[in-house]
């Protein structure tokens, strides 16, 4: 019995201590794709909150890992939360705006290295003028970086968006590398 109590007790420890996470997604006219995309865990919830006045609803499409549907709601700052609880993709979209849809990808428990590396996005890539970078993390800096790896430009940032001005730069390939705290990401972008 005390060998049964003990591996309960553990068990409890273990599920206790495993921090799960809120992502909070915007959800109005024109959000789509990476925008209302991101990579979970088993057990995270995401929030869409409607940032404009008219009627949505957030609803998985057929052949999803999970089941849900918001039903129509309408009003600003409207909060639908789901948390997800099977691995796999959960491809969703508004009923009343095709235009609306998106990803949840939810994935077995990651470090937070990971889960910061897979949930920043970038676009356009080429850049001609300006690169965004977003993040469910809010950022700290931003550095890029040229071909030999010699610094050309850097910024602060104190948001879940960078607005990166690459209009200055030759046209060629830059890294980029994005940073919150002690995590960060790198990726190539081509300029035009």
């Not at 705006?97 to 590396?117: N, R």
Request: charge should be negative; proline fraction near 3%; glycine fraction near 6%.
């Amino acid at each position: 019995m005390k060998n049964v109590t003990f591996i309960l007790a553990a068990m409890l420890v273990t599920v206790l201590t495993q921090a799960q996470t809120t992502y909070n997604l915007d959800w109005a006219v024109g959000i789509n794709g990476p925008d209302a995309s991101v990579t979970t865990e088993i057990g995270d919830t995401v929030e869409w909150t409607w940032t404009d006045a008219l009627p949505h609803s957030v609803r998985s499409l057929s052949g999803s890992a999970e089941d849900f549907d918001s039903g129509i709601f309408t009003g600003l700052g409207t909060v639908y939360s789901y948390t997800f609880t099977v691995e796999g993709a959960n491809d969703y979209d508004c009923e009343v705006h095709s235009s609306m849809f998106g990803t949840i990808t939810v994935v077995q428990p990651l470090a937070i290295e990971d889960k910061f590396a897979v949930n920043v996005k970038y676009f356009p890539n080429p850049v001609t003028n300006n690169l965004t970078v977003t993040s469910l993390i809010s950022l700290d800096a931003y550095q890029v970086y040229d071909i030999l790896g010699k610094q050309v430009q850097a910024g602060s940032v104190d948001s879940n968006v960078a607005d990166i001005n690459m209009a200055n730069l030759k046209t060629g390939v830059y890294f980029v590398k994005v940073q919150s705290g002690d995590l960060q990401k790198s990726f190539k972008v081509v300029k035009r």
